[in-house]
């Protein structure tokens, strides 16, 4: 068996010169094959994508495979922190296993395993269990780099207007101040709200921002320590909230949990599959909500490891069966109650995941009435009660946005939403680990023909301009040819 590399980065060297000799096999990435666009001084960016995430940086490198070289990558967050995994995620280790190929689109040297194994062996592979988190964003980093792939950070993206020539204008604040960037395709790859919010039930109205925060904002569990802490949820961040409360020294810790008992079974697991992940966009509209539906109302279940970091601790307390009714300020604590009892805390984390609601973006202002949502595609009548996927985007093959109103707003359909409110018309292609080389190459072949096609007057007219031989017409004589009138010269004999 092999060995634990001493010296991680001459293993690293290794795999990055693999990599390199299987893109050169590969022929890839292709030249730059798109004509250049300016608007008045300024560059025009093919894809402007937005988001430097799992889910970015997989696109990224699907449209750069197919030889889109003028993107773009923006980013909020600092260098380093693109995605949640080391800012809101507080698991400890991810829940996919770790045999899942990710964003390596198809190239084997571009897997985390490959990765994990040119620093620490086939020995150290054999023995993990779960991708630590945080070494799951020194891999996506690692990703970034070996594909070539610029990110723009500390930059926001304020507003998406269509412009002329087919173009969107973007607005952003970026470290320098104000820019305006022109792309001719925009990519939201925008993580788990980026088709909304964080859901925070209403009963926070009016409440005080110190007593609580919601599981994806930012919080100071150190200030929590001998603190009476509750969560209200049962998900897979409830529990790493929980348990993150708990570890920092929280005094006691309520998990509130609305049903009376926690789901056990990942009922998408038993369906994961290639088909799933292929098929599951030929489906009818019907059967799209059905699948969606019924995994929504079963729910994941948290993990078992993360549920046991909860309930390794003797001062949690898990109340089943108890929804949280009312919130009130009183004696400078909040009191909580529940159909078992009323109980005094110091402070609450919402677990409550996100909604999918599009006028929650202020970024998609402009077209906020324009996008055809589900309850606007599809008739709801028979089929059961849903909200989320109701208020869901009815989206293209490649994750554009459709029009409401045909012709009311055609610039929707060079805007593109990779992110977790595609599910109702794709499924999970644009959020979690399995599938999400699947989902990116897809959005990148839905784009490299968006631009072909726009552009097809462009390359006829470069195919009717070519001119380069290659044959010179000295290459072969026509038999049929009169044959020359002057005479041969004569051989004299010696």
């Not at 009435?369 to 996927?389: C, F, M, P, Q, T």
Request: proline content about 6%; glycine content about 8%; charged content about 20%.
């Amino acid at each position: 068996m092999q060995a634990g590399n001493k010296n991680p980065a001459t293993g690293l060297a290794t795999l990055e010169a693999r990599l390199a000799q299987d893109l050169e096999w590969l022929c890839l990435p292709p030249p730059d094959w798109t004509p250049d666009r300016k608007m008045g001084e300024a560059d025009v960016s093919d894809v402007l994508i937005v988001g430097g995430g799992m889910c970015g940086l997989a696109a990224a490198g699907a449209l750069k495979l197919v030889g889109i070289h003028k993107q773009r990558i923006v980013d909020r967050a600092p260098a380093g922190k693109e995605g949640p995994w080391v800012t809101f995620a507080r698991m400890e280790t991810l829940r996919s296993p770790k045999t899942l190929t990710g964003p390596c689109l198809g190239l084997p040297a571009l897997t985390f395993r490959a990765w994990y194994e040119a620093q620490f062996g086939l020995d150290a592979w054999q023995a993990l269990d779960k991708i630590p988190r945080a070494q799951w964003m020194d891999y996506l980093v690692w990703y970034k780099r070996v594909l070539g792939l610029n990110i723009d950070n500390g930059v926001t993206v304020r507003s998406i207007e269509a412009a002329p020539e087919g173009l969107l204008r973007v607005e952003m604040d970026t470290p320098h101040g104000a820019e305006t960037a022109w792309t001719r395709h925009l990519v939201l790859a925008t993580g788990r709200d980026g088709g909304g919010a964080p859901q925070v039930p209403a009963m926070a109205a009016g409440i005080s921002r110190r007593f609580w925060a919601h599981s994806a904002h930012d919080i100071d569990f150190e200030a929590l320590r001998g603190k009476r802490v509750a969560v209200l949820g049962a998900g897979a961040s409830a529990m790493d909230n929980a348990a993150t409360a708990l570890e920092a020294g929280a005094a006691r810790l309520d998990l509130f949990i609305r049903r009376n008992d926690i789901p056990r079974v990942n009922k998408l697991t038993g369906v994961s599959s290639p088909g799933l992940a292929y098929g599951f966009s030929n489906l009818s509209d019907a059967w799209k909500w059905r699948i969606n539906h019924y995994a929504m109302v079963s729910q994941v279940p948290p993990p078992r490891s993360s549920t046991l970091r909860v309930s390794r601790h003797p001062h949690a307390h898990f109340h089943l069966g108890s929804p949280v009714e009312a919130l009130e300020v009183r004696d400078n604590a909040l009191q909580v109650r529940t159909p078992k009892g009323n109980y005094e805390i110091d402070f609450l984390i919402f677990g409550t995941g996100f909604t999918t609601d599009l006028t929650q973006r202020p970024e998609l202002a402009t077209f906020h009435d324009a996008i055809k949502l589900w309850k606007d595609a599809v008739d709801l009548s028979g089929l059961d009660a849903n909200r989320e996927l109701a208020n869901s985007p009815y989206l293209g093959e490649a994750f554009e946005c459709l029009e409401k109103t045909p012709g009311d707003s055609p610039a929707l359909g060079h805007v593109h939403l990779f992110n977790y409110s595609a599910l109702a018309s794709l499924g999970k292609l644009s959020g979690d680990i399995p599938a999400v080389s699947i989902g990116a190459e897809r959005l990148a072949q839905g784009i490299i023909s968006a631009l072909f096609d726009e552009d097809k007057e462009a390359h006829f007219a470069a195919l009717q301009a070519y001119a380069t031989p290659e044959l010179y017409g000295d290459e072969w004589t026509d038999a049929d040819l009169a044959p020359s009138t002057e005479s041969a010269p004569v051989q004299e004999s010696i």
